[in-house]
């Protein structure tokens, strides 16, 4: 069979000068070891984790305190025990940059906004704010293992607020303020934090959004929160003034503005602490309660995204970093990660389609980025409009274009070498919230084919797996991980005994050893120089919108707050050459063929105002019944999967339902719709 040409090739010198060729060179001098190929180079990584985490601790310059004993105590997930005896810092990783002799004309970011114009901040700017409001956040009473979390969205005061709880040991945590109440307080009344750092509206798609109704329902309903440091673009004295008695039963709350918290310069004191010392919480939602709170620790995330940066992204000092997210994704911790390699992150808030599509090209331009981070809803969006943005605008700096959050069509690959730039590493990714990092990666030394990403993780023991939990080769099964990474959770926060998180991903395929199960379809293809894959989307329930998960319960308890309607059933579906659709289907307590209007519109300005305007349905769908197993469950992925054009025989066991003719409905449903061959 004749193997499709690859869209790109790297150059020679792109090659020698790119980080993982550094990263083998030193290998060979400094261990001995030499390697032939990327999928060697990959499979030692694998093999001899201890090795590899090692060399990348090293090579990388990691900044302990106190030295290590060994690389990997426990290898057993999920208690694998990361380099115990090490102490060190995120923030002191992230700030290394601000001790620079030109630290004070270097530039660590580039703001812009719909609301600021550019604002260009230093190394020493960054690092004098994160000092000024370490030392506020410290007189509030903020202590190590302190919880505080922002409703902000993707500014500076973000970032410099990451770093000053980071710096002190405490335990960051970030939600948007497009959330509605509904979902921020889902996820940070799990952690109870001691000081909420928040905006009181925001601006988007040329339209101002008022806050300030919402942000006093957190403080009211958060009775944690002893301090809100307000970061306002309204009327700061108005909503100090309404803030303060927000709380309940003689509760008051003190407001501090933000001008004020960062008032007075400060050099940023850097906390040592233990390589698994709890760094953020971030949130990834399963099929029922509450979202996961998700403990990342500060020494995982330092070195994985050494490795990330340096191997895989090819970036450092000279490179000027994008990657269009808000605060919710975990790709913005990944975006502000990228400081510890001395790059300059460009940070843009607001509606990349505002006033139209060209305006992230025309930032791209401007800035000069080198390595450009954007959807494939973006890019889509692109495609439909005829837009090629190469003719309008010089895009010769960009030397990689990354994408991830659903799968990237072969159309779309073709079209970024046909109307962005020939000459580029279209960096393809998948990971998650979850692990803190991408399974399936780029790599510069690797040519790029259409639909497909480049390879495997280093260091990350990828396969998938059929039913029998066997690994497979150019078929479709489970993405799993077999080897411990470090920077996959810790543990989910309040989950005595570990039960949620063992459930959540080890449950399918138990050992000794556990496997990692991610919830993705996944097909593993063996080209010359490296085993590729393609990502068909999620194998579960979970709702993946624009890259943001979301579990299903948090809309049920939306639309079954509802009285007209009895019950609910939510499919979010992912195609690959198709758009994604998502279905709310509903059982109306007065049985019609179709959904009032009236009523389906209340629905969906329901989801978009108490969850987030990203997960609102395509469509609100009337069904004589939600389909359930005999203890009660509702049949989420069998529907899926119906959808998606499987047999009903390799979808669902009629036997264990509740209601088993219901499903003739759901695939008379799929061939209406024109579901996709199985």
Known sequence: MTLPAPLWQPSAGRIDKAGITRLQRWLAAERGRRFDSYEALWQW???DLEGFWGAIWDFCGVKSHSPYSRVLA??????AKWFPGATLNYAEHMLAHARRPDAGTRLALVFQSELCARTPITWAQLAATTGALTATLSG???????????YLPNIPEALASLLAVASMGAIWSGSSPDMGPV???DRFRQIEPKVLIAVDGYRYGGKDFDRRDTLLELVAQLPSVQTVVLVSSLDPAATMAAIEPAGQAGRRVAVVPWAQAVATPAAPVFRAVPFDHPLWIVYSSGTTGMPKPIVHGHGGTVIENLKVGTCHFDIGEDDRFFWFSSTNWVMWNLWASTLMLGCTAIQFDGNPGYPDLTTLWRLAETERATFFGVSPAFITLNMKNGLSPRAQFDLSSIRSLGCTGSPLTDEAYQWVYQHVGADL????????????TAFLTCCPTLPVRAGEMQCRGLGVGLYAFDDNGQPVMDAVGELVCTTPMPSMPLYFWNDEGGRRYFESYFDTFPGPPNVWRHGDWLKLIQRPESVTGIVYGRSDSTINRHGIRMGTSELYRVVEEFDEVLDSLVIDLEYLGRESYMVLFVVLREPGAEVPPALGQALLQAIRTKLSARHVPNDVVAVPEVPRTISGKKLEVPIKRILLG?????SVNKDSMANPGVIDWF?????????PPA
Not at 74 to 79: A, C, S
Not at 646 to 650: A, G, K
Not at 667 to 675: E, I, K, L, N, Q
């Open 646 to 650: 499987q047999p009903v025989e390799r």
């Open 45 to 47: 990584s694998v093999d």
């Open 183 to 185: 979902s921020v307080l």
């Open 74 to 79: 426990e290898r057993e997930m999920p208690h």
């Open 140 to 150: 509030l009473g903020v202590a190590q293992g302190d919880r505080v979390v922002g």
């Open 667 to 675: 695939v008379a449903f799929a061939r209406a719709r024109g579901a």
């Open 425 to 436: 590493m279209l960096g393809s990714i998948s990971g998650g919230t979850d692990p803190g």
